[in-house]
């Protein structure tokens, strides 16, 4: 049935850490850039054995001088001179890495200075072979829109920490997640999320991809929603162009536990924003026999009032927690619902404006 057995990730220090590659793809970051090296330089974790490599996706600021400041340091640049996207630099990256584990983040993210021995404790078990960070959203919700984000990613952390005791989790965060070289090496199109992609290649060759509490990654929250809705267009298409490309994994009776929650989590979740537009027309239609789906219609118009108040409310104007929900709900449905129409019509998009965070 090609089910996996879950195990316990052993907890002790190995005699010897395991040879470690950072890789940071930066485009135009010369505003987060630095706080990242320094955070990734304060990393408990033995100097000899961490590369750190930023690549610059043919950045047009300051990144690639203010990186070149740390050169002493041991922090390598890798310049592209073409830019690709998160995923092509991340391609363009293998020939330059010397770890035997590779480690994928951000620019705009801190990784706690405990976190790193954690994420690597686990490959001390070889059926192993992702390990992710937990992701934690941080903010001043006095000053930001994008409130609802926290308790979705918390939401999403649990889930993750469910499959792993049941087995594997079916994707790993891009802010910070560990992977084995030679799966690292799996080509993935540069219009894909590698992410994603690195749970379901795992997976493949019969390892399995594990969330590790204990490695904590800050995520700031995205300051409006406007730019959270562009954020999971771009996220859920790109997921959804990633499943098509690994849709065997779908067969249950090959793949067993792991595609029955590779259905739940991910696509039947993303389902839901394919039809949400059907379900309001219906409730509607009910509405005019029903008196409570009459209300049930009133309560979701008054929702949809309240979501576009928040989505067009200017960048750091503080918003009422109601508010601030409905309109996360709001831009979480309309984003599905247009990511679907473009992986549906096959539109890739490879290359895109970095979600700016707060730093």
């Given at each position: ?7 316990r ?8 850490w ?21 955070s ?47 995923t ?6 293998l ?95 540069a219009?894909l ?18 969330s ?33 490309f ?80 409905c ?22 998009n ?10």
């Amino acid at each position: 049935m090609g089910s996996l057995r879950p195990a316990r990730p052993p907890l002790g220090d190995p005699a010897t850490w395991p040879r470690v590659s950072i890789v940071v793809p930066a485009y135009n970051e010369a505003r987060a850039i630095r706080r990242t090296i320094e955070s990734l330089l304060a990393l408990d974790y033995p100097a000899d054995r961490r590369q750190i490599l930023i690549v610059s996706d043919a950045s047009e600021d300051e990144t690639d001088a203010i990186v070149g400041e740390y050169a002493d340091r041991g922090v390598e640049l890798l310049r592209l001179p073409v830019r690709g996207g998160k995923t092509a630099a991340e391609n363009a990256a293998l020939a330059r890495l010397d770890g035997e584990i590779i480690v994928n983040t951000d620019a705009t993210i801190r990784i706690l200075p405990g976190s790193l021995k954690p994420l690597m404790r686990v490959f001390q078990d070889p059926g192993i072979g992702v390990a992710s960070g937990r992701d934690v959203s941080v903010g001043d919700i006095t000053v930001e829109g994008n409130q609802g984000e926290s308790g979705y990613v918390g939401y999403e952390m649990w889930v993750r920490s469910l499959e792993t005791t049941v087995g594997s989790i079916v994707g790993a965060s891009g802010c910070f997640y560990a992977i084995r070289r030679e799966l690292h090496e799996v080509l993935v199109p540069a219009a894909l999320s590698r992410d994603f992609a690195s749970a379901l290649t795992a997976r493949e060759h019969g390892l399995r991809a594990v969330s590790v509490d204990e490695a904590v990654c800050l995520v700031p929250r995205t300051a409006s929603l406007q730019r959270e809705y562009k954020r999971k267009i771009r996220t859920m298409a790109r997921g959804l162009e990633t499943l098509w490309f690994k849709r065997h994994l779908l067969n249950p009776f090959r793949y067993g536990r792991f595609a029955f929650m590779l259905w739940s989590h991910k696509l039947v979740r993303w389902l839901v924003f394919l039809v949400w537009p059907a379900a309001v027309v219906g409730l509607a239609l009910l509405a005019l026999s029903s008196w409570l789906a009459a209300v049930g219609l009133a309560c979701t118009l008054l929702g949809f009032a309240l979501g576009f108040v928040a989505m067009r409310a200017p960048e750091g104007q503080p918003l009422p927690r109601l508010t601030a929900l409905c309109g996360f709900a709001l831009a979480s449905h309309l984003a599905g619902f247009i990511a679907w129409t473009k992986a549906l019509r096959g539109e890739l998009n490879p290359i895109w404006e970095p979600t700016r965070r707060p730093v």
